[in-house]
């Protein structure tokens, strides 16, 4: 894999690690209120501001999680593109298993989210 090309995809994947190390936290703050713009949108977390938090609340572990593993593999991306001793299949496959492991973890958090919030708003009558 060119350097450009490891380069130009691994800014992507750091930026969208840290996303997922600060938006959940950023939200559980009140920072982020519920809008229509950020944060896991999903229709039983846009309902209410409780189901908003708790939403946010629950899916935190799984995106630090996804964060800091796609961080790591970023690494691995970014040696192995500098050092020709590698094999060079390993920037390529290092990549496309980031993106999936962010891709898995955003889904694993919404569906976590949603739930959590569903609950809340089966609790709150809403």
């Not at 690690?17 to 939200?27: E, N, W």
């Not at 846009?46 to 708790?54: Q, Y």
């Not at 050092?83 to 889904?107: D, E, R, T």
Request: charged residues 10%; positive net charge; glycine residues 8%.
């Amino acid at each position: 894999m060119p350097i450009a090309a490891a380069l130009s995809a691994s800014v992507g994947l750091i930026l969208l690690s840290v996303l997922c190390l600060t938006l959940p936290k950023v939200a559980m703050s009140g920072n982020i209120q519920r809008n229509s713009a950020i944060g896991i949108r999903t229709k039983e977390t846009k309902k209410s501001d409780s189901a908003w938090l708790e939403g946010h609340r629950k899916a935190t572990p799984i995106l630090q999680a996804t964060g800091i593993i796609t961080l790591g593999i970023t690494a691995i991306l970014l040696v192995s593109s500098f050092f020709q001793a590698f094999p060079p299949v390993l920037p390529v496959v290092s990549g496309i298993l980031a993106y999936g492991v962010l891709f898995a973890g955003f889904i694993a958090g919404a569906v976590v989210a949603n739930k959590a919030a569903k609950n809340v708003n089966i609790q709150k009558g809403i």
